[in-house]
């Protein structure tokens, strides 16, 4: 059983900065993947960015240059600075793990809202 537990959303002005941070915790096999999604009202749950425990990344094209994956293997905590915010980057943000890309590991979701 693995746990992921999301903190650092909220609400912050265009052009600001956050950081999101997601903690594994349980019995962490096989978890070469960690990352993102986010989920805007009304539209699908995309994949925003994840790290391989081999240090590759992945981004997706809207945030390429804004956004920055991490990751702490002792802790087993995966980070998202996220800068340039804009409102289009509004979502609930939920937190990825597992043996893909697509992890089977799910956090609560953490409420980004990027507004004037």
């Known amino acids: 059983q693995v746990q992921l537990v999301e903190s650092g959303g909220g609400l912050v002005q265009p052009g600001g900065s956050l950081r999101l941070s997601c903690a594994a915790s349980g019995v962490i096999v096989r978890m070469y993947y960690m990352g993102w999604y986010r989920q805007a009202p009304g539209k699908q749950r995309e994949l925003v960015a994840y790290?391989?425990?081999?240090?590759?990344?992945y981004y997706t094209d809207s945030v390429k240059g804004r956004f920055s994956v991490s990751r702490d293997y002792d802790t087993h905590t995966v980070y998202l600075q996220m800068n340039n915010l804009i409102p289009d980057d509004t979502a609930v943000y939920y937190c990825?793990?597992?043996?893909?890309?697509?992890?089977?590991?799910w956090g609560q979701g953490t409420q980004v809202t990027v507004s004037s």
């Open positions: 790290i391989h425990s081999g240090y590759s990344t």
């Open positions: 990825n793990a597992g043996s893909d890309p697509h992890g089977e590991y």
